[in-house]
């Protein structure tokens, strides 16, 4: 009659637990190589696309440390208006992209 607590039953149960644990860790191994990938790739992806700050983020940056140190006595409104400009521009396309939208008649169909 064997016991639950029996050591030699117990390491037999421990040697197929460790060939499924070793099988998994090999799988996350290789999870975690294909997601590494896939998040290295679409990081160089971004990086192409842009070369760095761009004029309007310069410009604000640049607006802001002038207000900051004085040198400048503007409104805030000015100051920010590389951005606000930029933000109202965006919603300028947006908008006429959905007036167009909306006077053609186009509806989505629903398929993919």
Known sequence: MTDA??????AA?????DDTDADDTD???EL??????ALHKFLKSISKGRGG?????????????LKLTGHIDWSWVWVLSPFWIRALSKLTVIAL????????GWEP???T
């Open 53 to 65: 700050a761009d004029f309007q983020s310069l410009l604000l940056l640049l607006f802001i440390g």
């Open 5 to 10: 607590t029996d050591p030699i039953d117990a």
């Open 32 to 37: 975690g190589k294909k997601t590494s990938d």
């Open 97 to 104: 992209l959905l007036t167009v939208m909306v006077k053609s």
């Open 27 to 29: 799988a996350q191994r």
């Open 109 to 111: 169909s629903g398929e």
């Open 13 to 17: 149960d421990t040697d197929d637990a």
